[in-house]
Structure formats: structure tokens, C-alpha cells
């Protein structure tokens, strides 16, 4: 995050002066803006940075305790500088958190320099993961730095002192974070892909009751309580990567239009991303987790790679946007577009679908036997207009508040559910959209659609609640996709290892005994135990001088 | 299990010799069941014990790879014996798998005995938690034992090798199963509450936006969307302390039953507490990890407690029966039931309200107003009617299967939400029946109502697409379940604290920096990082060899 904040809010002379510098590693940079007090508002940063006139400089200074920069990561240990995000204070005035560059270690002997106490914030989930990152903690006690070194492309101070603005839009800065979070995107979807590779394989692999004259159990896979959890899974992970696929060619088309200066989707394309990163790496966290307890016991080895992917992953639905309060703000776009329809300016993009409201809010599907559930149209509708009917809910409910604010405040768990619900149709669409391309083979697109048919219905199954209470599906109806669900799961069955294998992880790669490609799961389970530095000797240490003691009731004389 | 399997299975002699030595710690003992290949199947383990009547000896071995122990506790180093789970064939036939108690390493230098081979199977989940056991692997080349080794309480072998089975029934050794699951759902209320006391304390601590005119910020145990997910596992937490409770009353009436030769209410028993088993860990697990979500970025952080915890918890989905293997053995406890109806044979304990299923069927919800939901019989009359309905609607649709067993098979994802629904309604009733027993002080009474109801309404709201599809209640009454719920959150919020208090955890078993009682959480916070080894040099090891050298672009004459 040190490249692309100097990027998107550095002047050209500073991109110029310190990306090389960071590019060739004569500098190390980290990005240094959560404090131990505040993560999700950023506003509400306490570190400040004061314009000294007298001598052209800034004093950063960490004012309280909760001000320490808190997690920034390579800052424990490694980084030579930081762009330190920082309240800016000039002639009396604070005009809020801006970007600086500060040195902090010498880059003769790495100590930290005057008045920078900075070290490492300790242990963190799991046996790896980021324990391999030096997550850090950074006081200022009044460091004097050069105003050049404030990011300077939107907002400047003069050599006297005065806040000035440029007129350069702030909204460019957007496209930075259309940048960031469609490579989240794309992360939940290799993540998820990942720990269904691995599920999916040892599923083929083991077998478990159903012997019938001595031959063999029947494979786990076969299993539908199996087939239930797994494929919905499998599916999401093909979901997640088309829509960051998609995600990617939004950020090019957002670029475009913000060099044109066009603004006008950047609200909608906020709501996306935003809604997309939390949507997926719920989705990817609780999906890894899953697929280790579809493992059965051997998930919770580590031999597995399943308890380091989910260890290295959930952190993904905290940073960049903690996912709930992500969902808000979807849930903000979307009442604000509601309350905008019918004003001339028809929602665009992903929110298109509110300008046909008045179809949605009354159609009813038309599903009459369980594969008119295959029509994607018919899905598409259905996601339509749940989306549509519990943004409408929440906006009507939100409206009967005498103070908007307090109405969406108290409704904010109804709100999240609806973005969600808009999310959901989000990923459905551009799946569907994807099956409207050109696919090379046509087995390929059965698999596809197959794929995609049991995205949409695992949700449909799962948050029935919601399609029937906004009366867009019947009882009966809402049977008859469950049904279609499984027979899409014995449909996609016999391509179920195809369809991992088509991800094309190396073994290396997935680093898990469970998921390897030639299925030689026991054999190597086994050979793995044995390198455990435990089993260096046969009697353990201590088994003289604690443990036969115990066995021997010579406790009294022993040394415990 | 070492003892209790002795206790259980062993005849009066063998309790008579072994269960002092385990006790006085002469010997370490195992119980060593699960092997590479076999988990759920029991009926599966490959590892055999021949009886050779030459020599009155069992030979014990493990003639596959599968067939290596895997996963017993204490066995990878420690354990001195241990209860082997073996098929034991005698006179050429294999009488399926019973227990025997093979000495593994020697009392005088701890070295396996001759043809034992055993270690440790490696790391696992977490950077604590399991991995201070040593699980083990373990295998047989042909190791002789006694033949009053072999567990004989039930089944017997002869000097001359025939297989006798005793008078004493089988069932009895349910006894021991419903007082392993008791502990195991006592354990989950534990677990649960711990996450939730953490989480609580420190959403009250953790203030985030909302600052007006230079005030503090809200805390974020006052934001709803935080309430919606925090106060029902605060719920869950007193609700399976409830149903825990009740379950050692269950173990006692259970054991009672036995002695005097009454089995008729095994197999309801046995349902309902593989069932809550079930219900209960994954819950417990889930909320877990979502109340370190709660916690934002310092959730992540090992000093917060919770990243141990979980990894800890997590491994009770699986163990002592896979949870989703025990949600079909409900539901076919459920079938079989639903079968027996009008046979004169009515139903008993958790499941005797499937006696009414003519009224369950057809009764409607009479709910007109949100705080009609705080009428425990309407709570309680909608999860009965949803639970039978979703039953029922299960054995109509097996029944359908010329072969029922296959249709078991095929709809066994839809079995195990009906199961799920069975189990809820369980935990939900004894929540109700604790309500209607004596409670001291008027105030407690209050607050453990407002618990009920939003344990109940939660489910209620999560499944409403269950309630809907049944018919039980309309759109509207699920939204006013859902209004109910929402001011439920408010009533219980000034309490939440005391709530969590009151389970009266010590910092010490918390374990938790963000928990403390005090509140003190960011000065120990910035305190536990400073006490990080990492910290204990200011310029890291490394960083004259590899460091410098990169910075300096003098990368080809550095040892990299």
C-alpha cells in the first residue's frame, strides 16, 4: 500500500523522487494508517501533523496512547519509511487526515530514529500466516519532517502555511480502491477455489460406511450431505472469479472515465466494490472453514494446508472496510437511489435493475416444474426483484423514522440483509452474463451452467425466507428449486474433479496432503507425521525426570 | 475415554485392576478407536485381534496402512496403554469390533514394546490449542496379549475361543455415550460464553464514529448491527447452559432407566443427544469465530484470546460423532416416529409433541402484534409446527423411493434440516421450561425472558424461510417477529454487561486483553505487544547480512 498511496496521492515531483526509490528496495515502505483506536473511521485518526512556518516543516506527533499506529504491516521490524496518515494542523485549523512520508529507521544501522519508538505487535491467529509479517506499533513524539514530504496532489500547504486545494478532484483517489478491492475479489475467489480444490480431492479419496459384501465404502462425495455443502462452494468459486474478472474490466472502464472527468458512476461503482469485497470474503472465510470440516479430522492437521489458508484468510473480512460497515454503505447507495427514482436520473451500472421497479415489485415468478429453475431468466428475475422489494422495504420503514438518520441507524441489520441481497444479484448476473460469451467447447458450458444454476439455488434454498415473505415465490415453488439443486449436485458429480483440476493448482501450490492431484492421500498422511520434530526421539524429553517418577509414585523425590 | 471405556465395557475384575492404576497415574492410558482410514464407521476399523487358543493370547495387528491408529490423545509420546478398538476373530470368524487393553511402551524406559511402532502425527490447528496434545499414530506387527485383556463385559471369548455374549444388554453402554455429549454440550456453553464475555466487554470499550461536537464516539456495542450478531450467541450461551443442565438430569434419569432394564426411551434419547451435541458445537464454533470478528482487527490478535479459543473448540464438530453424521441419525429417529404414529405407541420426551401432529399440522400462528412473539406458547407452538412439518414433509417425500433407503439417501440434506429444526425446538422448549421453574430475584427472571425470546426470534428470523414454506406463519407475522427482536436488542443492551459478568469468568480463565474486567484494554494491549520475543532487539537479527545490503544495491557482493 506504500506504492500505490505515494500513486494516487503524491504530486508528480514526489512519484518521481520515491517510487523508484521503493521499486529498487533502497527504501522500504509501509502504509501506516489504522492506530490502536480507530480502524473503520479513518476520520477519527488522532495522530497530527502540525505546520511549523518558522522552519517549513510538519511536527508529527502521536497525541494519546490510542493514537500509536497499530497493524500496519512490515512496520514491526523491516520498513525504512511510512506514509503516515495524520491529522493536518496549520494556522490553528485542522483540516482533517492527510498523507505524509516519514523516515523511520536509519538506513545506515535500521535503528529507529529520534523520538520513533516502533516494534512488533505480537502474535496473531494461527501457526503461520501472518506471524510471518511484522505487523507494528509507532509513536511520534514530535518528528519533524520537510513539507515536501506531505502528499501533495489534492490538497497542499504553502510555504506560509495556507490549506489550499488543487483542482484536481478528490474522487481520482477512487480509483485506487476499485484497484484494491477487485484484487480482493480475486483473492477470495483463488482462496475458496483453493480449499475446494482440496475438499473435493480427499472427498474422492475417502470412503465411509456403506460397504456392501466386503467391496468398497461408498466415496464421501457421493454422499449428498456432502454434495450439499461442497458444491455450493465449488460454484462460488467460479462465481467469485468471473465477477473479479469483471470487476477488473470496471476498473479499467472507471479509470476512463475519471481522466475524462466523469464522476457519474463512481457512487454505483462505490456500492459494487464494496458490496463485492464483503459479499466475497465472508463467502471465502466461512467457505475454507467449511471445506476443513468436510475434510472430517484430517482437516484439522496441518498437512492439510486447510487450518493455514483459513488463518492466513479471515483477516480479509476485516481490513480494507471491516464487511459489515461495508454493507451499510451499499445499503446508503441503495436508499439513495431509491429515493431518487422517478427524478430523471435512471440508476446505471449494477443498480440498473432499480429503474424497472414497478415490474419487480409485482411480478411473481412463473416456475411451474423444478428445470424452469434453469432458465436463467427466470433466476435472474427472482434475485431482481428480492433485491429490489427489500431495498423498497427497508427505505419505506427507514422513511417512517421522523429522523432519517436514527431510522436507518436502528434498521441497520434489515439494511445489511438487503445489500446483501444486492450483492448476491450482483455475482448471479455476471455469472450469467459470463455464460452469454463465447466458451470454448460445449461441454465446458454445461458445466458452467450447471455451475451457475447451483450458485443461484443454493442461495435461493438458503435465504428462501426472503424470496417468500417478499411474496415473489411460492411454498411450492421454492420446493421445486430445492429440487432442481439436487439434481444439478448429481449432474455435476461425475465432473466434480474435473472442475477442481480445471483451477490448475500445483501441488506445491495448495500445499495440502489432502488435496494432492494424484490422490495418494494415506501413504503421504503418514510419511508426514514422521517429520514431525517430535518424533526426532522415541522417549520424549522429560520422561526421566517427570513422567516415571509419576509411574514409579516417587513423587515425593522427584523434581516436579 | 480410557476410563470410562473400562468403566463401561470392562468387566468388574478389569475395572478392579486397571482403574486404580489409570487413577494413581501408574499407568497412562488411551483410548485409541480411530484409525487413518475410519472415523464415523466404527463398524469399519480394519485392525484385528486373533484369538490363538495354543497360547490363550489375542494377536493384535494392523494389517494396512488405513489401518493405523490416528488421532488418539496422549498416545504420540506419552501414553503407557492403551484401549484398542480391534475386529476380533475367533474360530476364523470376525465378530465385529470390541475393545482391548494393549500395553504400549515400557513402564521402565518409556520405548515401545517389541513390534509396536507409534509417534506423534504432527501439528495442527492453531499455534496452541491441540497442539499440546500428543495425538498419535500407532501400529501393530502381530503384538500378542493376554486374553483377559480383551474388554469382556458384554462379549466374551472362552479359553477354548468361543464367542459368548453375556446377559448384560448393550444398551447399557449408552450410559456412558449420554454422559460424554452432556459434557460436551455443558463444554460448548462454556466455550460460547467465553467468546461472548470477550466480545461484550470490548464492544463496550471499542468506541467507533458518531463523535459530535468533540464527544466521545458510540460505542460499538450500541450500533444495532453489532447487537443483531452479539446478543444472539449471548443468548445461545444462557440457552445451552439451560439444555446442558437439563442433560445431566437426563444422564441421571438415563442411568436410572438402565439399571432397572427399561430401554424404551433409548432411542429418543439417543436422538436427542447426538442431536444437541451437534446443534450445540456448531453453533458454539460459528459464534466463536464471529465474535472475534466482532472484535475488528485486534479480534486477530492472539493476546485477544480468541484465535486460541477457536482453534481449541473447532475440533468438536467432528469428534464424538461428525456433526452432520448425527443430524441423520436424528432424523431417522424422527422417520421412524413419524412411521409409528397411531400405532398406540406414543412418542416420548423431546420428541412427544410429534403425538399432537394433527394439530401441528394444521395450526396456523395467531400473532397479531410484534410483543405477541413474547408469548412463550406461540414461540414454542411455531417451532413445534415447523419441526413436525418439515419431518413429515421429509418421510412423505422418502416414501415416495420404491427404495427407502435410497430415498433416505437422496434427500438427506433436506433430512438434516429437519433434523436441525427438531434440535432448535428442543433447546427452545427447555429455555422455556427453565422460565416456568423458580428463579430468585424478579429482575434475573426479566432479563433470562428477554434472553428466550431472542434466542427463539432469532431462529425464528434466520429460518424464516422454514416457518414460511410451512405455512405456520405469514409474511407478516415473520416481520413482526423481526420488530420484536429488534426492540428485544434495546431492552437487553444496558444489561449486556452485567449479563456476561455473570458468568463470572476470571481474567486469568479469559485469557483476553480485550475481555478484562476493568475495561483497561488498550494500555495492556500496547503493553502485551513490548513483551513480543521479536521486541527483544531493536534492529532484528538479519538485518546487517540481508538488509543493508538491499538497501545499499550491494546485492551481488551479499550472501543472499
Not at 411450492?476 to 472442475?499: C, F, G, H, M, V
Request: aromatic share 8%.
Amino acid at each position: 500500500m506504500f506504492v500505490p498511496a505515494i500513486k494516487g496521492s503524491g504530486t508528480e515531483e514526489q512519484q518521481k523522487k520515491w517510487l523508484p526509490l521503493a521499486y529498487k528496495m533502497q527504501i522500504i515502505g509501509c502504509y501506516a494508517q489504522t492506530e490502536l483506536g480507530h480502524g473503520s473511521n479513518v476520520q477519527g485518526l488522532e495522530t497530527t501533523a502540525t505546520f511549523d512556518p518558522q522552519t517549513d516543516e510538519f511536527i508529527i506527533h502521536s497525541p494519546t496512547l490510542t493514537s500509536s499506529k497499530w497493524w500496519p504491516g512490515g512496520l514491526g521490524k523491516i520498513a525504512t519509511h511510512a506514509i503516515v496518515y495524520a491529522r493536518l494542523i496549520t494556522e490553528g485549523k485542522d483540516h482533517g487526515v492527510h498523507g505524509f512520508i516519514v523516515q523511520l529507521r536509519s538506513l545506515e544501522d535500521h535503528s529507529p530514529l529520534p523520538d520513533i519508538t516502533v516494534g512488533d505487535i505480537g502474535m496473531k491467529f494461527g501457526n503461520g500466516a501472518y506471524n510471518t509479517m511484522d505487523n507494528g506499533v509507532l509513536r511520534f513524539d514530535h518528528v519533524r519532517i520537510p513539507r515536501d514530504q506531505m502528499l501533495m496532489r489534492v490538497s497542499q500547504v504553502t510555504r506560509e502555511g495556507k490549506y489550499v486545494q488543487s483542482n484536481i478532484p478528490r474522487q481520482i483517489l477512487y480509483g485506487t480502491m476499485v484497484f484494491v478491492r477487485q484484487s480482493i475479489v480475486a483473492d477470495a475467489s483463488s482462496a475458496l477455489s483453493r480449499a475446494v480444490c482440496i475438499a473435493t480431492r480427499y472427498s474422492a479419496v475417502r470412503r465411509q460406511f456403506g460397504s456392501q459384501n466386503g467391496g468398497h465404502e461408498i466415496q464421501v462425495l457421493d454422499y449428498k450431505t456432502q454434495q450439499s455443502r461442497l458444491f455450493p462452494l465449488l460454484a462460488s468459486g467460479y462465481a467469485f472469479r468471473f465477477v473479479g474478472e469483471w470487476l477488473k474490466w470496471l476498473y479499467t472502464d472507471v479509470t476512463q472515465k475519471l481522466q475524462a472527468g466523469d464522476f457519474s458512476t463512481l457512487p454505483e461503482v462505490h456500492a459494487c466494490t464494496a458490496g463485492l469485497k464483503s459479499l466475497t470474503t465472508s463467502a471465502t472465510a466461512d467457505g475454507i472453514e467449511e471445506c476443513r470440516k468436510l475434510c472430517g479430522g484430517h482437516g484439522y492437521l496441518c498437512s492439510s494446508g486447510l487450518p493455514e489458508l483459513f488463518a492466513v484468510y479471515v483477516p480479509a473480512c476485516t481490513y480494507e472496510g471491516d464487511n459489515t460497515v461495508l454493507l451499510l454503505q451499499v445499503a446508503r447507495v441503495l436508499l439513495k437511489t431509491i429515493s431518487q427514482l422517478g427524478s430523471g436520473k435512471p440508476p446505471v451500472g449494477t443498480i440498473a435493475y432499480m429503474g424497472r421497479i414497478e415490474h419487480l415489485m409485482n411480478c411473481r415468478s412463473k416456475v411451474q416444474q423444478a428445470n424452469d429453475w434453469l432458465n436463467p431468466s427466470a433466476v435472474l428475475e427472482a434475485f431482481e426483484a428480492r433485491a429490489a422489494r427489500m431495498a423498497v422495504s427497508c427505505a419505506k420503514n427507514v422513511s417512517e423514522f421522523a429522523n432519517k438518520e436514527e431510522g436507518f441507524t436502528e434498521l441497520s441489520a434489515d439494511l445489511v440483509e438487503a445489500a446483501v441481497a444486492h450483492c448476491q444479484l450482483i455475482v448471479v448476473s455476471k455469472f450469467i452474463e459470463k455464460l452469454q460469451q463465447d466458451i470454448t467447447g460445449r461441454g465446458v458450458r454445461q458445466q458452467l451452467e450447471a455451475l451457475c444454476a447451483i450458485y443461484s439455488l443454493h442461495l435461493l434454498h438458503k435465504h428462501q425466507g426472503d424470496f417468500l415473505s417478499t411474496n415473489y415465490i411460492t411454498p411450492k415453488q421454492a420446493s421445486l428449486a430445492n429440487d432442481q439443486l439436487r439434481s444439478l449436485y448429481t449432474q455435476i458429480r461425475p465432473n466434480a474433479i474435473a472442475l477442481v483440476d480445471a483451477f490448475n493448482y500445483t501441488d506445491h501450490f495448495l500445499g495440502s496432503v489432502l488435496g494432492r492431484y494424484d490422490g495418494n492421500v494415506y501413504p503421504k498422511l503418514y510419511e508426514e507425521a514422521w517429520k514431525d520434530p517430535l518424533n526426532d526421539s522415541v522417549v520424549p524429553d522429560g520422561f526421566h525426570e517427570y513422567i516415571r517418577p509419576l509411574l514409579k509414585q516417587q513423587l515425593l523425590t522427584a523434581r516436579l
